[in-house]
């Protein structure tokens, strides 16, 4: 049994903006950490993936916030304490 699990590659659209080149300044340690719990094979892969994660976790609570109509703080899941009465 293999301990590897198999991920969905996130390929890009026709729509998306065109791929510009970056250059940063990141733990090693960080990046391979994120790529085994990401599953991506590429540095590249790993810190697109991630980028994505976030914007999906704020348009996951922004839509939630409208759905129940109060706020919802950020993507750490940190409530707003007057919105739950402490």
């Known amino acids: 049994m293999s301990t590897s699990t198999s991920r969905r590659v996130l390929r890009p659209t026709p729509r998306q903006a065109p791929r510009t080149r970056k250059n940063y300044r990141l733990q090693q ?5 994120a790529r085994r719990v990401l599953g991506t094979t590429t540095e590249t892969e790993t810190i697109e993936r991630a980028l994505e994660l976030v914007v999906f976790g704020e348009r996951l609570a ?3 916030a409208r759905a ?3 706020v919802w703080n950020d993507v750490a899941g940190e409530m707003e304490r007057s919105a739950r009465g402490v």
């Open 62 to 64: 922004s839509g939630t």
């Open 68 to 70: 129940r109509g109060r």
């Open 29 to 33: 340690s960080t990046l391979d950490a």
